[in-house]
C-alpha cells in the first residue's frame, strides 16, 4: 500500500506562482512514477506532469513551459512548481503514485487563481 498526502494548493493571482508537495509513505520501494492530475468539477481528470524514478518528465501542452515536476532523490516526494498560473489552471490537483500492480491517488488539493 501507498498513502500520499499533498499540500501546498490555495489562492493566487493570474500569474503568480505556487508549490505543491506530495509525499509518499508506505511501499515506495513499489512506485516507478509519480506524478499530478487535476480535475474540474463536471470534466475528467487530465494529466498535468509526471515523473519517472529515472527523472524522465512529461508534461500536458497546457503547462509546457509553465509548469515543473521534480522529484526527491529518495524519491519519495514530488512537487509542482507551477509559474504563471492562469485562471484556467483552477483545479483540484491530485498526487498519483504508479506501481506495477495498481495506482494510488491522493485526497487532492484545491488551486484556485482569480484575481
Known amino acids: 500500500q501507498v498513502q500520499l498526502v499533498e499540500s501546498g494548493g490555495g489562492l493566487v493571482q493570474p500569474g503568480g506562482s505556487l508549490r505543491l508537495s506530495c509525499a509518499a509513505s508506505?511501499?515506495?520501494?513499489?512506485?516507478?512514477?509519480m506524478g499530478w492530475y487535476r480535475q474540474v468539477s463536471g470534466k475528467q481528470r487530465e494529466l498535468v506532469a509526471r515523473?519517472?524514478?529515472?527523472?524522465?518528465?512529461n508534461y500536458a501542452d497546457s503547462v509546457k513551459g509553465r509548469f515543473t515536476v521534480s522529484r526527491e532523490y529518495a524519491g519519495n516526494t514530488v512537487y509542482l512548481q507551477m509559474n504563471s498560473l492562469k485562471p484556467e489552471d483552477t483545479a483540484v490537483y491530485y498526487c498519483?503514485?504508479?506501481?506495477?500492480?495498481?495506482?494510488?491517488w491522493g485526497k487532492g488539493t484545491l488551486v484556485i487563481v482569480s484575481s
Open positions: 498519483n503514485a504508479e506501481t506495477p500492480r495498481k495506482d494510488y
Open positions: 508506505g511501499s515506495i520501494f513499489s512506485i516507478y512514477r
Open positions: 515523473i519517472t524514478t529515472d527523472g524522465i518528465a
